[in-house]
């Protein structure tokens, strides 16, 4: 028997606080170089906004699935929303850096044990047939609002201050838990396994020092060859390494890593991760180029890629229930070759491309992704049997934070090494025009190791087939 759940609302109550928390963690980027003004620090220091909110993402998402054992739906919802709604508040007050960062690590927190709670709850109480589209409301939260982001931030900052971007989210967070207080129930059993310290240690010092070592890439002036990168990078593949080999040999793993004996699931992770990489590359490159190689205002920009983002998010629905009806290879095959196709072009970008076809691009572009991203992660996590679901959702959270961090330090260090390199053959490096014509040549070669990753994809992607789900018919409950 089947148990009956109020799923409107359940998805309400998770969505909204979901949508904020992406949403202010975009918003903010756009207001870095404000902030450096109002707070007289660095860029390097300012980054840290970003930086240590993907840090505490990394750190935390492995041990999601452990904490979904231990603690009952509501607990980790009231844990995760209280959480958001604190670092907002204290970010809204905030009169200097310090706090500010304070309450950036406590809004991570929140999101950290809310993304996983919200996929895990969704492959409990939606039947296999009906996943597809529920997964395509959470794409919906995850590609919309930080695509809606930049935009409100923009206006807010030219008209406002930037505190408006947190004292916007604060109504909408309490909305979100006082409707999950009223209707969120426990859809999960806490089984409380039994938790193993040198695990924790393992993973934090192991996801942690790679996304830190990434993130510290793509800011610094030294790059790849700064010795705190290349230290962060070794010690944290050696501690991965040992984590995965100790999950191997326990009977109660942290994060089990049985989950890659399925090989859907596999091709379903391949295939986020090469998105994930393909987006945050653009979705930084492109506001870049826009600012710099063709001279527009940050609002500007940010109103360029509002349409394909958008579009984005309200098909994501959509494909997932066309995903329910046909499956994911009709779905995720021409998606790739969509994108490809979008990066082809882009890689011929100049500072003389119009802007209406940079913006049907970057639409073109979005869609394709649309086709891939849920179609792939729903068949992928469908595979599982249902004991495996929370550590099926904590792998795929943690990694793809781990490939965002990699796309976007990749990202940064090909567009620099690419405008070095052409300031370096110019006879006036110091030029406007040639400043902009180096950020195109980089931005272009950006563009071209995106379409690289997604042929790579393209070619994984041709293995993929549809999950016909055996498990349906047990209780939830179980």
Not at 89 to 97: E, G, K, T
Not at 180 to 206: A, F, M, Q
Not at 393 to 398: D, F, H, L, Q
Request: aromatic content about 10%; hydrophobic content about 55%.
């Amino acid at each position: 028997m089947t148990k009956q759940y109020n799923t409107r609302a359940i998805m309400a109550s998770l969505l909204v606080p979901g949508f904020v928390g992406m949403f202010s963690e975009t918003a903010l980027n756009i207001a870095i170089s404000n902030l450096m003004d109002v707070f007289q620090i660095s860029t390097a220091t300012a980054q840290w906004l970003t930086t240590g909110f993907l840090l505490t993402l990394g750190i935390l998402m492995p041990m999601t699935g452990l904490l979904l054992q231990w603690f009952t739906t509501r607990q980790l919802f009231i844990g995760s929303v209280a959480s958001s709604i604190a670092g907002t508040l204290i970010a809204a007050l905030s009169p200097n850096f310090e706090m500010l960062m304070t309450a950036r690590v406590l809004q991570a927190v929140g999101m950290g044990l809310l993304l996983p709670l919200m996929f895990n709850t969704i492959l409990v109480v939606y039947p296999p047939e009906k996943r597809g589209a529920a997964m395509g409301f959470v794409g919906l939260v995850i590609m919309f609002a930080p695509a809606t982001g930049p935009t409100v931030a923009g206006l807010l900052i030219e008209y406002l201050t930037w505190h408006y971007i947190f004292w916007i989210s604060l109504p909408f967070l309490i909305a979100g838990l006082l409707v999950g207080l009223k209707y969120l129930e426990n859809v999960t059993e806490v089984t409380k396994p039994r938790i193993d310290l040198l695990s924790v240690v393992l993973s934090t010092i192991g996801f942690g020092g790679i996304v830190f070592g990434f993130s510290k890439a793509g800011e610094g002036e030294e790059g790849w060859t700064s010795p705190v990168v290349l230290a962060s990078i070794a010690i944290g593949l050696v501690a991965l390494i040992l984590f995965a080999l100790r999950q191997v040999y326990m009977r109660e793993p942290m994060m089990n890593l049985r989950v890659f004996k399925y090989p859907m699931f596999i091709v379903g992770l391949l295939m986020i991760l090469s998105c994930m990489m393909i987006m945050l590359s653009s979705m930084i490159i492109l506001p870049m180029y826009l600012q710099n190689g063709m001279g527009l205002s940050a609002f500007a920009a940010g109103l360029m890629l509002l349409p394909g983002s958008a579009l984005n998010g309200f098909l994501s629905p959509h494909m997932g229930r066309l995903f329910d009806k046909y499956g994911p290879k009709w779905l995720v095959i021409p998606g790739l070759v969509i994108v490809a196709a979008m990066l082809w072009f882009f890689s011929g970008i100049t500072p003389a491309s119009s802007v209406a076809f940079i913006v049907a691009l970057h639409i073109g572009l979005m869609v394709g992704i649309s086709m891939v991203w849920m179609p792939s992660q729903t068949n992928g996590l469908n595979q599982l049997p249902p004991e495996l679901y929370p550590h099926g959702t904590a792998v795929m959270n943690t990694l793809q934070q781990v490939s965002g961090a990699i796309g976007t330090a990749v990202a940064v260090s090909i567009l620099t090494s690419g405008m070095e390199k052409y300031l370096h053959n110019s006879a006036v490096p110091a030029g406007m025009t040639e400043v902009a014509n180096a950020m195109t040549f980089g931005s272009q070669n950006v563009f071209t190791f995106a379409m690289i990753v997604t042929l790579v994809g393209l070619v994984v992607a041709l293995f993929i087939r549809r999950v016909v789900v055996k498990h349906a018919a047990m209780n939830p409950m179980h």
